[in-house]
C-alpha cells in the first residue's frame, strides 16, 4: 500500500498563488508516475499534472500548461504542484495520486490521496 497526504490548499485571490504539497509513504517503490487530479463543484475529476519519479518527465492539461509546474523531491518522497496565476476556474479539490506506467494524462493510477480544497476569489 502506498499512502498519499496532500497539504497546502486554501483560498487566494485571482492572480495568486499557492503551493500544493504531497507526502508519500509506504510501498513507493511500486510506483513510477505521480501526478495531480482535480474536481471543481458539479464536475467530473480531470488531470492536472503527472511526472516521472525517474527521470523527471512532466506532462501538463492544456489548461494549465504555462501557470503551474510540477516537480517532486524523491529523498524526502514528496510531490509538488506550484501554482501561479490562478483562475476562479481553478477552484476544485486538488487529489495526489500515485500510480504506473509513462506519465501521460492516462497513466494508471493505484492510489489517491483525501484531496486538499483550492478557492480562488474573483
Known amino acids: 500500500q502506498v499512502q498519499l497526504v496532500e497539504s497546502g490548499g486554501g483560498l487566494v485571490q485571482a492572480g495568486g498563488s499557492l503551493r500544493l504539497s504531497c507526502s508519500a509513504s509506504?510501498?513507493?517503490?511500486?510506483?513510477?508516475?505521480m501526478g495531480w487530479f482535480r474536481q471543481g463543484p458539479g464536475k467530473e475529476r480531470e488531470f492536472v499534472a503527472a511526472i516521472s519519479w525517474i527521470g523527471g518527465s512532466t506532462v501538463y492539461a492544456d489548461s494549465v500548461k504555462g501557470r503551474f509546474t510540477i516537480s517532486r523531491d524523491n529523498a524526502k518522497n514528496t510531490l509538488y504542484l506550484q501554482m501561479n496565476s490562478l483562475k476562479p476556474e481553478d477552484t476544485a479539490v486538488y487529489f495526489c495520486?500515485?500510480?504506473?506506467?509513462?506519465?501521460?494524462?492516462?497513466?494508471?493510477?493505484?492510489?489517491w490521496g483525501q484531496g486538499t480544497q483550492v478557492t480562488v476569489s474573483s
Open positions: 509506504g510501498r513507493t517503490f511500486t510506483t513510477n508516475v
Open positions: 495520486a500515485a500510480g504506473s506506467g509513462a506519465p501521460t494524462p492516462k497513466y494508471k493510477v493505484n492510489y
